[in-house]
């Protein structure tokens, strides 16, 4: 299929390339100057007292989880709707997933559910901020600091956005950001984790640099692995992060313009947005009866369509794992479509998509 309209491009440019370049002219390639760089101006956008990179939002999960030293075969509760990493990260890191709900109006975690699902083994629990939207971590803190668990924040899609007027990531006790070809904000491949507690800071240190506070002695006090990323990798992201006002005005422009061009079309349900969050659209995605219709008459006509996540319970290797029934989850697979929001996107295109879109639900009778 040749596609006219991608679900995911990228806005990289002669910004990004002048600081690739400085590296090559630096011949320094492995960590260094570019990457502090990157972390401060990380810091100072999410707030975070400190933030560490690791290669990916997978391994940046797995990173914290192994940071965290919780107890072997103990649980975290993770909502079922949400990326296959979220889980696999806990399995890896010999923790076992606790599933439950989303709430079918944000698709975030549905606290209602944790205390059904808790008890001793339960170590901790990671709220995913899906879809650009904070979850409700008000009602999580009280959860976690109720039953004295840890909170890790799957803040994967969530760099600039903001809970109660405060960016998230360090509500709990560690968050993970990614910057993968489709996140906000991209290098290719990467994460930070952010903290505002020294200690579990020190600990990621260790782990992610070979058990070692700093490269260059042969002495490793404790266990650690190499979780280091390039400085190729933080120029692109340094000047994504120049760009980042930008990216997001652009996002936000997109996602309203789809909501204006679909208002009306009755078989179409939006998410809805949440009054203690900020907006930062990862997708435009929404839930119809005739999803696989739909998506199948855009594919025909050169927009690449994505469903939503298929849910984590059901998932081969993740269904013997404690769950509850999580319809919602199974809903918004069954359900949803996501339509790109990313920064080469035009308002033209968005009426491309709008107009197959009601063409289809025009001569359906919907
Ligand atoms: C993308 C994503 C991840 C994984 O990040 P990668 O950088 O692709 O490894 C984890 N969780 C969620 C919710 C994601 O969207």
């Known amino acids: 299929m040749s596609y006219k309209i991608f679900q995911v491009d990228l806005d990289i440019g002669k910004e990004e390339l002048e600081l690739v370049k400085d590296c090559f002219n630096r011949r320094w390639l492995s960590e260094g100057p570019k990457c502090e760089e990157f972390l401060e101006r990380f810091r100072d956008i999410s707030g975070s007292k400190f933030a560490a990179f690791a290669p990916n939002g997978t391994l940046g999960l797995y990173l914290a989880l192994l940071a965290m ?63 650009g939207q904070s979850c409700d971590m008000d009602k999580i803190m009280e959860f976690a600091n109720k039953h004295k668990i840890k909170v890790i924040e799957d803040a994967a899609q969530a760099v600039s956005v903001k809970y109660k007027n405060k960016h998230v990531g360090h509500f709990g006790d560690v968050g993970v950001f990614s910057f993968f070809s489709d996140k906000i904000v991209t290098m290719g491949e990467g994460a930070v984790l952010t903290t505002n507690n020294e200690e579990l800071f020190n600990t990621i240190k260790l782990r992610r ?110 269904k013997n794992y404690r769950t509850l029934e999580c319809a919602v989850s199974q809903d918004a697979y069954d359900l949803g479509i996501c339509l790109p929001v990313h920064r080469s996107i035009t308002k033209k295109e968005v009426d491309y998509i709008c107009e197959i879109i009601k063409k289809y639900c025009h001569e359906n009778n919907l």
């Not at 709900?101 to 944000?106: G, N, R, Y």
């Not at 909501?259 to 907006?279: P, R, T």
């Not at 839930?287 to 298929?310: D, M, P």
């Open 69 to 131: 030293d919780l107890p072997k075969d103990s649980e975290v509760i993770v909502p079922a709707f949400t990326f296959y990493a979220s889980a696999s990260a806990c399995v890896f890191a010999n923790l076992k997933p606790v599933f439950v709900d989303v709430f079918k109006d944000s698709l975030n975690i549905d606290y209602n559910q944790l205390e059904s699902v808790m008890n001793k083994n339960v170590s901790a629990i990671m709220p995913i901020h899906m879809y």
């Open 209 to 318: 640099n070979q058990g070692r506070p700093n490269a260059g002695t042969f002495i490793h006090p404790d266990l650690g692995m190499n979780f280091r990323v390039t400085e190729v990798q933080a120029s692109i992201g340094l000047a994504q992060l120049k760009k980042l006002d930008k990216i997001l005005q652009h996002r936000l422009e997109i996602y309203d313009y789809y909501q204006q061009k679909l208002n009306g079309l009755i078989d179409l349900e939006f998410v809805k947005q949440e009054s203690f969050s900020s907006l930062a659209p990862f997708r435009f995605s929404f839930r119809t009866k005739h999803r696989k219709e739909i998506a199948q008459y855009l594919e025909l006509n050169g927009v690449q369509t994505r469903s939503c996540f298929y849910p984590l319970n059901k998932q081969p290797k993740f």
